[in-house]
């Protein structure tokens, strides 16, 4: 499984901007790989203290009041920008078409730039909106940008992480730069459960007493031939609070968490409710941090109800990191392929010296 002191540098020379930065989730996988940040953007004041304070860079604000000229220039482009409505869909117009939304601010970027890769990721259902056709004027905006366009819903389930999180991800790889493109998102299976994550004994982990609790289900976990416990891999609800509606729903630590959400209601909004120990309780700051993939080392914010909102809003690093693997093949498939028709044109040269220089003997 990669992790945040993952070693391997294929990226090392690239720089990169962190646009939508959040508090830095494509931050910590980009770095792993060796890349360089030169600029970010994150509008919401208390997620770019804690960007800062955890990465010593201090984000700009307001994407969309920041002219593309004076941002450094830069190898990759990434972001998780946020879901909108566009007004023109289908016309074709290039990013003319997304005017009004924040992916306009990422077309003019990439337009003024053309960075080597771009990498966005969504939530699930913007595959869906609108039809599915605020996703086709994405694609259809970076295709006119002379990009070759992946995508694909992935869940952080799947990639060692004990959350179930579906997002969709998007892949540009610009044509000027890359030849034969070939890239496939990755097909991992890691099974995980949130037991492995969870703090000993956490204080800021709030613990829910109410007389309208009620566990409905006992779950044990199956052995496999080796005596090993399967683990599902997914969450498991075995009770409610009040009528189990959103945020009223109690599962059990050997499955998986629910999407961490910044908003939403319910007493155990933001990151759901498990029994541990005999407690119904919250997650903790740190337990949602881990369930991120984020590393031990990251600084939180003071505020239990912030941390929850900002890890709601982050992206799963470990995921990030899979898809990252994949592109650096293409960059090195690339870089064989480059190096190949470097090779090939020398000896194209060579022959044709030689065949100057037999032309000027008989010449002679």
């Not at 990422?106 to 771009?118: E, T």
């Not at 869940?155 to 070939?182: A, C, D, H, M, W």
């Not at 890691?190 to 779950?219: C, G, H, Q, T, V």
């Not at 009528?243 to 630590?253: D, L, S, T, V």
Request: positive net charge.
């Amino acid at each position: 499984m990669l992790n945040i002191e993952n070693h391997n540098k294929t990226f090392e020379g690239l720089n990169f901007i962190d646009l939508f930065a959040g508090i830095g989730g494509f931050h910590y996988a980009l770095q792993s790989f060796g890349a360089n940040c030169v600029f970010a953007s994150e509008i919401d004041e208390k997620a770019s203290k804690i960007y800062k304070t955890n990465h010593h860079i201090k984000p700009k604000g307001d994407i969309t009041q920041i002219n593309e000229k004076e941002i450094p220039v830069h190898d990759i482009l990434c972001g998780g920008f946020p879901c909108q409505a566009f007004s023109i869909s289908g016309k074709q117009k290039g990013f003319e078409d997304t005017r009004g939304t924040l992916f306009f601010d990422i077309a003019r970027i990439i337009d003024y730039h053309r960075p080597k890769i771009i990498f966005l990721e969504n939530v699930k259902n913007f595959v869906k909106h609108n039809n599915g056709n605020t996703l086709k004027t994405v694609i259809k905006t970076l295709e006119n940008l002379n990009y070759k366009v992946f995508y694909k819903v992935l869940n952080t389930s799947n990639f060692g992480l004990p959350q179930n999180r579906e997002r969709v991800y998007i892949v540009g790889f610009n044509k000027n730069e890359f030849k034969n493109i070939k890239f496939s998102f990755p097909k991992p299976n890691l099974f995980s459960s949130l037991e492995e994550i969870l703090e000993p004994d956490p204080y800021n982990a709030k613990i829910i007493e109410r007389e309208d609790i009620s566990i409905y289900k006992e779950y044990e976990p199956t052995k496999n031939i080796f005596n090993q416990i399967d683990l599902p891999n997914k969450p498991i609800q075995i009770g409610k609070v009040n009528k189990g509606g959103q945020g009223e729903r109690i599962y059990h630590p050997s499955g998986h968490a629910i999407t961490l959400s910044a908003y939403g209601g319910g007493v155990g909004s933001k990151t759901g409710l498990y029994k541990v120990n005999g407690d119904i309780r919250k997650l903790s700051p740190r337990e949602c941090a881990r369930v991120q993939g984020f590393p031990e080392n990251f600084i939180l914010p003071k505020s239990i109800t912030e941390a929850q909102k900002q890890f709601g809003n982050s992206v799963s690093i470990n995921t990030l990191q899979f898809v990252l693997k994949e592109i650096s093949k293409t960059i090195q498939h690339n870089d064989k392929q480059t190096r190949a028709r470097l090779s090939n044109s020398q000896k194209w040269i060579q022959e044709r010296e030689r065949h100057s220089s037999k032309i000027q003997q008989l010449a002679n």
